[in-house]
């Protein structure tokens, strides 16, 4: 009810009983009610279309017309104003076909009273308020859920879906007509319906609202897509449960980024566990290697035992390359790139994968002797090569295959380079690796480089090993192709530009050692790698001394600062680490070469330990050779 008067319009013919109803309101003592008369039923029509009305009286009876009729067009012109009809005769049928018609209410004129037609206006308009009240509820529910992001929908009493919202299916992909009078079972797997039903259970049985559980829906593209459910049972005005309304939020997205956070978080841990592997474990070789050397100095030329001591070597130094690698894969290890050949390096990979692919699958290879020299790093050229044989493995687990790698020198002509905007023309040497494995549909090769894309089960792959074997070649300035059909395998090409001058590397020569006699202080606390520095520098002719902390080796170069040519110290160390140490003697005297060995430290890099003014940063394990070789060329220089 408003604060406005309240417009009355009385279409009677009557005058008498137009008089009667007047002071019925008279009587009433209120002003709030203005009535107005019609007397006529074109004039009562002509009043209704002005719409000016807050309640309409009709009479049944208007001349050669009546109410009823009157009451149609009023209907039908969307009066939304009570209408109430009033009549001389107490005729229920009538009654029941007025109330049908749209009209409010029904009085006969006969024991019509004051207080009677007072309380029928009230409640008529009451109930018009209401209902507008409700219309506009609704429209608001309908605005909000029409344009909501995330899926309403409500349920009847069995389960079946009575509505879903526009998100429904911009999310699941099926229209309305292909939704209502289903169920959700209908849109999950089988495996997945049984713990749905319990759910539906628990809203509809037990009278409870559940927020918050999960479930999987299958896209009409036959993707799975991840939702939080939450459901409340749906009563009607005596409180009993007429369905389910409730909402499904896509998570898919969420859960997949939730998924890529904690690989990166794993992989972080991998990190920083291999770089405290890497740190321990070179010391630990660079002592095996160190005294397989040792030893075999002490041996004749012709000694059966040189040939274990090599192997023992030849293992150490794999060792030292697969430390290397483990640090390239956490992004720990610093990458060098040197004037290099393929050839050697995919044979070594190759050796590796024989010994560890299953005896089903065949290693075929043809590696050109001299394909051409590139500029890469080597750590990442294995990694390149070790991704693309475990893929083919995977794809040929099942039923067995081959696997052909191919390594030879291409010229990449004009057509070519513009088929693959990454490539330029010119000499390159061409890796290609196939399998015969189960191939790709062209939906997933158009995503195979994309980051933690994989076709793997959960546990067996990250979905990083082709996204960065896609970034290794880039950086080295080539290229990848690929083809694949379902049943006919995959092949994959990848393009490496030699370098203009195909400078030919330099072979390591097995000739006589560099050695000198210039006096070197030697620091490292682990006593093992201090006896080695010692006997072998030693038997390179140099004079050494050696301490097991930067405190004590401090102590003994402040004494005298021109007693030694050469500092070689370790980066960690108790009480003083190699860098510290390194600055407190260039403060002693700024022209002292050092060389700085690290087993691994994030904390300092190559470029870093220039800048201190170190002359040479060098990794763990060092062999006899590299040990001899890096001296005399800090020495010299």
């Known amino acids: 009810m408003t604060d406005e008067n309240i417009r009355i319009l009385l279409v009677d013919d009557d005058e008498d009983d137009y008089i009667l109803t007047r002071d019925y309101f008279t009587d009433l003592g209120e002003s709030r009610f203005e009535l107005e008369w019609a007397s006529t039923y074109e004039a009562g029509l002509a009043a209704i279309k002005n719409k000016q009305h807050h309640v309409y009286l009709l009479d049944y009876r208007l001349g050669e017309r009546d109410g009823l009729e009157l009451l149609q067009r009023a209907v039908a012109l969307g009066i939304s104003a009570p209408i109430i009809l009033l009549t001389s005769q107490g005729d229920r049928d009538l009654d029941l076909q007025v109330m049908e018609m749209g009209a409010s209410d029904y009085l006969n004129k006969s024991t019509l009273t004051s207080e009677l037609l007072e309380r029928s206006i009230r409640y008529a308009l009451e109930r018009v308020h209401t209902e507008e009240d409700l219309r506009e509820s609704e429209e608001k529910f309908r605005s909000l859920s029409e344009n909501a992001p995330d899926i309403i929908y409500t349920l009847g009493v069995e389960g079946s879906f009575t509505y879903v919202n526009p998100a429904w299916e911009e999310i699941v992909g099926y229209g309305r007509d292909e939704t209502l009078g289903k169920y959700f079972v209908d849109f999950m797997e089988e495996k997945d319906s049984g713990d749905h039903a319990k759910l539906f259970k628990v809203i509809r049985d037990g009278n409870k609202i559940v927020r918050s559980a999960t479930i999987t829906l299958i896209n009409k593209d036959g993707s799975?897509?991840?939702?939080?459910?939450?459901?409340?049972?749906?009563?009607?005005?005596?409180?009993?449960?007429t369905g389910m309304v409730g909402l499904l939020k896509d998570i898919t997205e969420h859960r997949k980024t939730e998924a890529q956070l904690r690989q990166a978080q794993k992989m972080e841990a991998i990190g920083t566990l291999a770089g405290g592997i890497a740190h321990d474990f070179n010391n630990i070789l660079m002592a095996i290697i160190g005294h397989a050397d040792l030893a075999k100095m002490k041996l004749p030329g012709d000694s059966e035992v040189i040939y274990n001591l090599n192997q023992v070597k030849s293992a150490g130094e794999r060792a030292k390359r697969l430390i290397q690698q483990i640090l390239a894969f956490s992004r720990m290890g610093e990458q060098q790139r040197i004037a290099l050949?393929?050839?050697?390096?995919?044979?070594e990979a190759l050796k590796f994968l024989k010994s560890t692919l299953p005896t089903s699958i065949e290693i075929r290879d043809y590696l050109e002797a001299d394909p051409g020299i590139i500029e890469a790093d080597a750590t990442q050229i294995h990694q390149i090569v070790m991704n693309f044989c475990t893929n083919a493995e995977h794809a040929m687990r099942e039923e067995g295959g081959t696997l052909h790698v191919k390594l030879i020198r291409v010229e990449v002509d004009r057509q070519t380079a513009l088929q693959h905007h990454e490539l330029h023309t010119g000499p390159h040497v061409r890796l290609t690796v196939t399998d015969t494995g189960?191939?790709?549909?062209?939906?997933?090769?158009?995503?195979i480089f994309d980051p933690y894309f994989t076709t793997k089960e959960v546990g067996e792959g990250t979905g990083l090993g082709l996204s960065v074997v896609h970034g290794i070649v880039n950086t080295h300035g080539g290229a990848i192709t690929v083809k694949s059909e379902p049943g006919k395998g995959t092949t994959f090409h990848v393009y490496f530009p030699i370098i203009e001058k195909?400078?030919?590397?330099?072979?390591?020569s097995e000739g006589p050692l560099p050695t000198g006699n210039e006096r070197i202080l030697f620091v490292d606390d682990e006593?093992?790698?201090?006896?080695?520095?010692?006997?072998?520098?030693?038997?390179?002719?140099?004079?050494?001394?050696?301490?097991?902390n930067g405190v004590d080796a401090l102590e003994l170069f402040r004494a005298d600062p021109d007693r030694f040519d050469l500092v070689i110290t370790d980066m960690t160390m108790p009480r003083m680490t190699g860098d510290q140490f390194a600055r407190e003697l260039i403060k002693l005297r700024p022209d002292i070469p050092i060389i700085l060995c690290t087993g691994f430290n994030p904390k300092i890099s190559k470029e870093q330990a220039g800048k201190i003014g170190i002359k040479a940063f060098v990794m763990k394990p060092l062999v006899r050779r590299d040990m001899a070789n890096i001296v005399r060329k800090v020495l010299d220089a």
């Open 224 to 241: 799975p897509r991840l939702f939080n459910f939450s459901g409340a049972p749906n009563l009607n005005l005596s409180g009993e449960i």
């Open 341 to 347: 050949s393929l050839t050697p390096l995919i044979k």
């Open 438 to 447: 189960c191939g790709m549909e062209p939906e997933t090769l158009e995503h």
């Open 502 to 508: 195909e400078e030919k590397l330099q072979e390591r």
């Open 527 to 548: 006593q093992v790698i201090v006896y080695i520095g010692e006997k072998t520098l030693g038997q390179l002719g140099y004079d050494v001394v050696t301490k097991a």
